[in-house]
């Protein structure tokens, strides 16, 4: 009797995205360029390699290794358009699959952690915080970025799978890097341990309703680039996975809304009610207003779009009560405005 070892696939380099696009390659976590022959992408309208669906990303790249990396030709080239958690742990995946493969749920975990502000680990969780921050221009010790998008993506992708074998091995080893975040992590989860901050949630309309005292307030990063006030997003998700965050702030006036990325790309693992447009809630509650506060909301195809009242303006007058009564009709009447699975 033989016994076969499984093969392990070519590992490919990285390269970034424009140059990539001269010769064959794999884009993760993005959208392709004129040389890609294979995307492994939970991005919407992206379709996605036979048996590889996954929620993120790096999930995907994972699946497509156990499947036997057999779609990409003779491409040696892996890349993406935008530098964030997913897109590492998934170029990551590719280009070291046997290191990778043996830390799968920690690298899955990361990936998971940047996406969705969701994690299994705490250390995952604080891997995601370092990498935010060496994208971050004010604290990334990698000094001045480019100020070009590719070429700061280039930069920091090369930088970070530098540093992500040592990261994953040892965590506290980029503890100047997420240690004053995971500060507000810690506060965030002790507010709402302690009722502070409390949390109800509306199933049917996969929607949850945060209020905020006027004190025990935290804030954190999503992705990289973006950040969250009021209670950070880690402590939050851990606390409900409903997609529509309605977050009341009955001592500041600075009410907001957000839908959370879950609903802009093809998730798989539980159902995702529909986004809606809030737009045309936005202009309903400017009719309300009486102090001259002005609600702004983003279109249903930003990753997070938010409504929220323009912080150069006046805060709220209106009462929270009445604020959730008019974003629960509208949750209800609006029809579904941003759909990830439909390919173009």
């Known amino acids: 009797m033989r016994f076969y070892r499984r093969r392990v696939p070519t590992a490919l380099r990285y390269e970034p995205y424009d140059a990539a696009a001269d010769a064959p390659n794999v884009v993760v976590d993005g959208s392709p360029n004129a040389g890609t022959v294979l995307t492994v992408s939970h991005w919407p309208a992206t379709p996605a390699p036979p048996g590889c669906e996954a929620d993120t990303s790096a999930q995907m790249a994972f699946r497509y290794l156990e499947r036997g990396a057999d779609l990409h030709g003779d491409a040696a080239v892996v890349t993406n358009n935008h530098f964030d958690q997913d897109g590492l742990a998934g170029i ?23 996406d969705f502000a969701v994690y299994r680990d705490r250390s995952s969780a604080r891997l995601s915080m370092a990498v935010a921050a060496l994208g971050d ?96 997003p880690m402590a939050l998700h851990r606390r409900t996975d409903r997609t529509t965050i309605v977050t009341l702030d009955p001592a500041g006036g600075r009410h907001q809304v957000t839908s959370r990325y879950e609903g802009w790309v093809q998730f798989r693992s539980r159902p995702v009610r529909p986004r809606v447009d809030l737009r045309p809630l936005a202009a309903r509650l400017n009719q309300a207003e009486a102090g001259g506060a002005c609600w702004q909301a983003d279109g249903p195809s930003d990753i997070t779009p938010q409504l929220r009242i323009d912080t150069a303006g006046p805060a709220s007058s209106q009462d929270p009560a009445d604020l959730l009564a008019a974003v629960m009709d509208h949750l209800r009447r609006a029809p579904p405005a941003w759909d990830p699975f439909a390919v173009a």
Not at 93 to 102: G, I, K, N, V, Y
């Open 137 to 232: 221009p004010d604290r990334s010790p990698l000094g001045r970025l480019p100020d070009d998008h590719d070429g700061r993506c280039a930069v920091l992708y090369r930088a970070a799978l530098d540093l992500l074998p040592g990261w994953l091995e040892d965590p506290d080893s980029c503890r100047s890097l997420w240690e004053a975040e995971d500060a507000e992590l810690e506060a965030g989860l002790a507010a709402l341990a302690s009722g502070a901050v409390t949390v109800e949630e509306w199933p049917d309309l996969d929607l949850a309703v945060v209020t905020l005292p006027q004190g025990d307030r935290s804030s954190g990063h999503r992705f990289v680039g973006r950040s969250f006030t009021g209670l950070h």
């Open 92 to 114: 990551y995946t590719l280009a070291h699959p046997q290191e990778a493969m043996a830390r799968r749920a920690q690298v899955e975990d990361l990936a998971t952690a940047g």
